[in-house]
């Protein structure tokens, strides 16, 4: 087990992600609610496929929100699946989501922040981090990616998916607002709502992403674009064209696609 002791106060605050967050702001939240958490969106099942994750293995969800994905992973046979989160309110929740379906044996919910996660080393064959990543400063990332390296077998894998990329805010957006001096006003400096300026410290491109986990000793890096088109800031919605546009060409699809995937794998030896 990793031994305990103190890590510096997070850049975000586990109070901003409070039970509004995680049952209106984020992704899956729309099923979660409705269903009272009895039902989750497709895209844990999805992601678990995704990832290769195969029955008997034991998953470690970093971030794992309303337990969404560790409930989906029982479910596909993993015979274990621990979440950790260090906001009060996701713990509540993700432990309402394994209550309500008869707390699976399995299951385990920690508060924990993920720079020191509480379970033992070389135990895990699959460590997730879904939209988790861009809320970590560059510091925050490094530390959690050595945790999950710590906690995995050899030769078990990490699996990402962040968004937005970075790269449709910095180039593409700030492009399209210099092509239009005459609206700069409807075309703020900044497109980011308000969640994204108080949550997203560290959002990534492909390059940073493969980085920070070639650096946190993980090999067989896949880091790769996903297929969401994300378009909702933009001031003209008739702007959104340039962004398929972009999506669709190979070489520049980096400043059209809105969110990225990685898998990477912990040395065998």
Same mark, same amino acid.
């Given at each position: 087990m990793q031994e305990s002791g103190s890590v510096p106060a997070p850049e975000v605050a586990p109070e901003t992600y409070d039970r509004e967050y995680y049952t209106h702001g984020c992704m899956g939240a729309e099923e979660w609610t409705e269903s009272d958490g009895r039902t989750f969106s497709g895209l844990y099942a999805g992601a678990l496929k995704m990832a290769g994750m195969e029955p008997g293995w034991g998953v470690l969800d970093i971030g794992c929100g309303r337990g969404d994905l560790v409930l989906t992973a029982l479910q596909m046979k993993a015979a274990e699946a621990v979440g950790i989160d260090y906001a009060p309110a996701a713990i509540e929740l993700a432990r309402q989501t394994l209550h309500v379906a008869g707390d699976p044996e399995g299951g385990r919910i920690e508060l924990a922040d993920a720079r020191r996660i509480p379970v033992d080393s070389d135990h895990f064959d699959l460590a997730t981090l879904l939209d988790v990543v861009e809320h970590l400063t560059p510091e925050e990332l490094a530390r959690s990616l050595s945790e999950a390296h710590r906690a995995l077998k050899p030769g078990g894998r990490v699996f990402i998916h962040t968004m937005p990329n970075a790269l449709i805010y910095e180039i593409t957006y700030r492009l399209q607002r210099h092509a239009r001096p005459g609206r700069a006003k409807r075309w703020p400096a900044d497109p980011r709502?308000?969640?994204?300026?108080?949550?997203?410290?560290?959002?990534?491109? &492909?390059? %940073?992403?493969?980085?920070?986990?070639?650096a946190a000793g993980f090999e067989r890096l896949d880091v790769r674009l996903g297929e969401w088109?994300?378009?909702?800031? &933009? #001031?003209? #919605?008739? %702007?959104?064209?340039?962004?398929?546009? &972009?999506?669709?060409? #190979?070489? /520049?699809?980096?400043?059209?696609?809105?969110? /990225?995937?990685?898998? $990477?794998?912990?040395? $065998? %030896?």
């Open positions: 709502n308000d969640g994204e300026r108080a949550m997203h410290v560290n959002e990534q491109t &492909l390059g %940073s992403l493969r980085k920070a986990l070639k088109i994300y378009t909702d800031f &933009l #001031p003209e #919605p008739a %702007s959104a064209r340039a962004y398929r546009a &972009l999506a669709r060409i #190979p070489g /520049l699809r980096q400043l059209g696609v809105g969110d /990225l995937f990685a898998t $990477a794998y912990k040395p $065998a %030896s």
